[in-house]
Nanobody, 121 residues
Framework: VQLQASGGGLVQAGGSLQLSCSAS????????VGWFRQVPGQQREFVGG????????EYADFVKGRFTISRDDAKNILYLTMSSLKPEDTAVYYC???????????????WGQGTQVTVSS
C-alpha cells in the first residue's frame, strides 16, 4: 500500500489541526493503520492506531483526550485530528499501514512521506 500524508503546518498552542493520509494500492480496510511522529535526534514514536477497520483505536498517553484517529475506508483516507496542541507536539508526523499490527513497526510496515507540524507558544 502507498501512503501520502498532508495537512501539516504552523498552529498556535491550544489550536487544532487535521492531518490526512491517502492510501492506494491495496484494500485499505484490511490494514492496521496509524500515526507516528518524530523529532530530530529522537526515535519515531507511536501516536495511535487501530488494527483493522472497526476495531478499537489505541493512543499514546501523551495524546489521549486531545487527538483522534479516524478512517474512511470508502475513500481510503486516514485522519489524525489534533486539538489542544502543545509546543511539545511539534514533530514530523507519519502515517503508517501494516498487514498485521501497527504499534510496533516492522519490515512490512508502509510509511507516508511525513508532514511537519509546528506548534508555537
Amino acid at each position: 500500500v502507498q501512503l501520502q500524508a498532508s495537512g501539516g503546518g504552523l498552529v498556535q498552542a491550544g489550536g487544532s489541526l487535521q492531518l490526512s493520509c491517502s492510501a492506494s494500492g491495496r484494500t485499505f480496510s484490511r490494514y492496521a493503520v496509524g500515526w507516528f511522529r518524530q523529532v530530530p535526534g529522537q526515535q519515531r514514536e507511536f501516536v495511535g492506531g487501530s488494527r483493522w477497520s472497526g476495531s478499537s483505536t489505541e493512543y499514546a498517553d501523551f495524546v489521549k483526550g486531545r487527538f483522534t484517529i479516524s478512517r474512511d475506508d470508502a475513500k481510503n483516507i486516514l485522519y489524525l485530528t489534533m486539538s489542544s496542541l502543545k509546543p511539545e507536539d511539534t514533530a514530523v508526523y507519519y502515517c503508517a499501514a501494516d498487514p498485521r499490527t501497527i504499534a510496533v513497526p516492522n519490515a512490512t510496515t508502509s510509511w507516508g512521506q511525513g508532514t511537519q507540524v509546528t506548534v508555537s507558544s
